[in-house]
């Protein structure tokens, strides 16, 4: 069975800091990782999408990597703001069940001001 | 392009209840999955829906049941609720699998159970 792990669990920085949330998957046969951000309360909004035969994905700020042999992805924000302040989940599907996402329990950042 | 709607967005039943939570997919996506997400956890999937018919299934009961409508909307059912069935219930639509954009979910706000 797939499990996510989602390192670290809380983060707190000043903002303007560059930082990286990383995520790590058991099983390598997936078919594609997302990456979402939940603010308290409320649904997910997906920020990026790679699939199983990508190496990284970049929106704006955010840039997303995968290492599919290792079990490895990491989000990489740059120059954060207090408005990046929420929970962010890594999930991952499966190659042999692409219906189903796996996620994490997710990284709480706070950007103080 | 209207988005993933549901109701309620927050409701209290007791032990033993019964529970309807409803999810109108983005304007255009014809599947829906459900997922459970408890407080401080990831979201589990309960299941998706097809085509009107449940296509994948995670690990949850009979108990949980559910519906797609041919207009692509969705309900999900709990019977015989418990205290551990409080959890944020979310939906999320997307295109079927094959088609161009699909496995990219798109999010409602989610539905906040509470069982007394």
């Known amino acids: 069975k797939q499990e996510v792990t989602q390192i670290p669990a809380a983060l707190s920085v000043p903002e303007g800091e560059n930082l990286v949330l990383n995520c790590s998957f058991t099983?390598?046969?997936?078919?594609?990782l997302q990456w979402f951000r939940q603010d308290p309360g409320k649904g997910l909004t997906s920020l990026l999408l790679?699939?199983?035969?990508?190496r990284e994905q970049t929106s704006g700020r955010l840039n997303a990597s995968l290492d599919k042999s290792s079990g490895r992805s990491t989000l990489y924000i740059a120059a954060s703001q207090p408005g990046d302040s929420a929970t962010y989940l890594c999930?991952?599907?499966?190659?042999?069940?692409?219906?189903?996402?796996?996620f994490g329990s997710g990284t709480k950042l706070n950007v103080k001001p | 392009e209207t988005g993933v709607t549901q109701s309620p967005t927050h409701l209290i039943k007791t032990r033993g209840q019964q529970v309807t939570l409803r999810c109108s997919s983005q304007?255009?996506?014809?599947?829906v999955s459900w997922y459970q997400q408890a407080l401080g956890q990831g979201p589990q999937f309960i299941f998706q829906?097809?085509?009107?018919?449940?296509?994948g299934r995670g690990n949850f009961p009979p108990r949980f049941s559910g519906l797609q409508f041919p207009n692509y909307s969705s309900e999900l059912n709990v019977n015989a609720l418990e205290l551990d069935d409080s959890a944020l219930y979310l939906c999320?639509?997307?295109?079927?699998?094959?088609?161009?954009?699909?496995?990219?979910?798109?999010f409602g706000a989610g539905s906040r159970l509470t069982v007394l």
């Open positions: 999930a991952v599907s499966d190659a042999g069940d692409f219906n189903k996402f796996y």
């Open positions: 790679i699939q199983s035969s990508q």
């Open positions: 999320a639509s997307s295109w079927a699998q094959g088609e161009p954009g699909a496995n990219v979910l798109t």
């Open positions: 304007s255009g996506h014809n599947t």
């Open positions: 099983d390598s046969a997936i078919y594609n």
């Open positions: 829906y097809y085509r009107e018919e449940e296509n």
